[in-house]
């Protein structure tokens, strides 16, 4: 059944079904569709890592998609959609691109069971906390399930949930909601928000890929790009991608090749003017950009009120979603250790292709494979004695046979791979 007829079934035998099912302590062999678990509802940041939350369950819903090979355990993502809810153009199409590379799908509904269509204009109609909760529940329930492998279990999220995906990889947040060593195997944020961001140096120690819009003025991507780094030099294994010519919502048109211009929606809140970042382990919240550490809570909300806006631009780019799944498929291949799935070039290995081409001179034999090390993603070149590598977002050029200790900047990922793009590769 194609996934986004799962998405419209009728409704009363929908419900019909999830009545006659009612929540189980731990799925069956084979058990998909429509899904019940319990969370909780949680007030705030400080709540979640305190558990100072309400205790009484809340009953809320995902949608499991499986793939057709159940032969041995597979890998798993739950999908965490954003403030517009689940989306057949987003959630649901992402779940086929999943289930294609053998992965199992659980698309986490926070809003409908709760009386909510969206926050996109009210983003405190749902405190994110409770978004990751949600996240962590759902986490639990599906290393529950027989045919799912608890240990290659992650995640993906857009927008609201992009910044849930970011924020489940911190040890703070995750005890939060599990008690045992359980833990997210892969994150995957989306266009995630950096500008208010809740972070901390006891990270789970799982890959992150961050994958941003250039364009994107309602999660903007360089402050994430500024912010990543710092990860690094924390150990995190950490990719950051931002797609050229993307807006925020770039992966929209997954279900459609019709072309569309970008769309503006004026009374969405965004907090693009903000820097305000809060650490996890000890709640001091300050300012990124100027080191101003908030004393009290007044002073905090009154600045959050000050750099909280409104309008923001949406819109689909098929240049940037195609490159979007092709990045997940490498990702994810690697991290889950995935057998016979066709890889594309990566992001960095357009540019080195690229360049090899269009500078022979300099980077010869042709075919020279790409590995990792010394933090980089690289390419050394045994005709010429040169080198180049990705790190950052950043290209860089070594020779270092002449002096290995300078190493050139070449520019931008974004911007030479905007050049590789329009060169074909």
Same mark, same amino acid.
């Given at each position: 059944?194609?996934?986004?007829?799962?998405?419209?079934?009728?409704?009363?035998?929908?419900?019909?079904?999830?009545?006659?099912?009612?929540?189980?302590? /731990?799925?069956?062999?084979?058990?998909?569709?429509?899904?019940?678990?319990?969370?909780?509802?949680?007030?705030?940041?400080?709540?979640?890592?305190?558990? *100072?939350?309400?205790?009484?369950?809340?009953?809320?819903?995902?949608?499991?998609?499986?793939?057709?090979?159940?032969?041995?355990?597979?890998? =798993?993502?739950?999908?965490?959609?954003?403030? &517009?809810?689940?989306?057949?153009?987003?959630?649901?199409?992402?779940?086929?691109?999943?289930?294609?590379? &053998?992965?199992?799908?659980?698309?986490?509904?926070?809003?409908?069971?709760?009386?909510?269509?969206?926050?996109?204009?009210? /983003?405190?109609?749902?405190?994110?906390?409770?978004?990751?909760?949600?996240?962590?529940?759902?986490?639990?329930?599906? =290393?529950?399930?027989?045919?799912?492998?608890?240990?290659?279990?992650?995640?993906?999220?857009?927008? *609201?949930?992009?910044?849930?995906?970011?924020?489940?990889?911190?040890?703070?947040?995750?005890?939060?909601?599990?008690?045992?060593?359980?833990?997210?195997?892969?994150?995957?944020?989306?266009?995630?928000?950096?500008?208010?961001?809740?972070?901390?140096?006891? %990270?789970?120690? =799982?890959?992150?890929?961050?994958?941003?819009?250039?364009?994107?003025?309602?999660?903007?991507?360089?402050?994430?790009?500024?912010?990543?780094?710092?990860?690094?030099?924390?150990?995190?294994?950490?990719?950051?991608?931002?797609?050229?010519?993307?807006?925020?919502?770039?992966?929209?048109?997954?279900?459609?090749?019709?072309?569309?211009?970008?769309?503006?929606?004026?009374?969405?809140?965004?907090? *693009?003017?903000?820097?305000?970042?809060?650490?996890?382990?000890?709640?001091?919240?300050?300012?990124?950009?100027?080191?101003?550490?908030?004393?009290?809570?007044?002073?905090?909300?009154?600045?959050?009120?000050?750099?909280?806006?409104?309008?923001?631009?949406?819109?689909?780019?098929? =240049?940037?979603?195609? %490159?979007?799944?092709?990045?997940?498929?490498?990702?994810?291949?690697?991290? $889950?250790?995935?057998?016979?799935?066709?890889?594309?070039?990566?992001?960095?290995?357009?540019?080195?292709?690229?360049?090899?081409?269009?500078?022979? /001179?300099?980077?010869?034999?042709?075919?020279?494979?790409?590995?990792?090390?010394?933090?980089?993603? $690289?390419?050394?070149?045994?005709?010429?004695?040169?080198?180049? &590598?990705?790190?950052?977002?950043?290209?860089?050029?070594?020779?270092?046979?002449?002096?290995?200790?300078?190493?050139?900047?070449?520019?931008?990922?974004?911007?030479?791979?905007?050049?590789?793009?329009?060169?074909?590769?």
């Amino acid at each position: 059944m194609k996934l986004s007829r799962v998405f419209f079934l009728g409704l009363g035998a929908v419900l019909l079904w999830e009545i006659s099912l009612g929540v189980r302590a /731990q799925p069956a062999p084979g058990q998909s569709g429509v899904i019940h678990f319990n969370s909780v509802n949680v007030s705030g940041y400080g709540a979640l890592v305190r558990k *100072r939350y309400d205790t009484q369950p809340v009953q809320i819903f995902g949608t499991l998609l499986l793939p057709a090979d159940l032969s041995a355990r597979v890998p =798993a993502m739950v999908i965490k959609h954003g403030s &517009g809810g689940v989306s057949e153009k987003r959630e649901f199409e992402w779940a086929q691109v999943l289930n294609d590379m &053998g992965i199992a799908a659980f698309i986490v509904d926070s809003f409908t069971p709760r009386g909510i269509t969206s926050t996109a204009t009210d /983003q405190s109609v749902l405190s994110a906390a409770t978004d990751i909760a949600d996240a962590l529940n759902a986490l639990k329930l599906l =290393a529950s399930h027989p045919d799912i492998d608890p240990s290659r279990i992650g995640i993906i999220g857009f927008s *609201r949930g992009g910044s849930v995906t970011s924020q489940t990889a911190y040890e703070e947040i995750r005890k939060g909601v599990i008690d045992d060593e359980l833990r997210f195997a892969a994150h995957i944020p989306v266009y995630p928000s950096c500008t208010n961001r809740f972070w901390s140096p006891n %990270m789970t120690g =799982a890959p992150l890929l961050y994958l941003l819009a250039a364009l994107d003025d309602y999660t903007p991507a360089l402050p994430c790009a500024d912010f990543t780094p710092r990860l690094a030099t924390l150990g995190a294994d950490i990719t950051t991608i931002i797609y050229p010519d993307a807006h925020h919502g770039f992966d929209g048109g997954l279900v459609t090749d019709e072309p569309r211009s970008p769309a503006r929606c004026e009374n969405c809140t965004t907090s *693009r003017n903000c820097a305000l970042e809060t650490r996890l382990d000890t709640f001091e919240s300050s300012r990124f950009d100027t080191g101003e550490v908030f004393a009290t809570n007044e002073a905090l909300n009154a600045y959050l009120a000050s750099c909280t806006t409104t309008g923001v631009t949406t819109g689909w780019n098929a =240049a940037a979603e195609s %490159m979007a799944i092709n990045d997940v498929r490498i990702f994810l291949t690697r991290v $889950f250790n995935l057998s016979g799935v066709t890889l594309p070039a990566s992001q960095a290995d357009r540019i080195f292709n690229w360049l090899q081409d269009a500078f022979p /001179q300099y980077l010869q034999p042709r075919g020279t494979q790409s590995q990792t090390g010394y933090g980089y993603y $690289f390419r050394c070149y045994g005709g010429t004695g040169s080198c180049v &590598g990705a790190r950052d977002g950043k290209i860089y050029y070594l020779v270092p046979a002449i002096d290995p200790n300078t190493i050139f900047e070449l520019g931008d990922e974004a911007g030479l791979l905007g050049i590789a793009v329009q060169s074909g590769y």
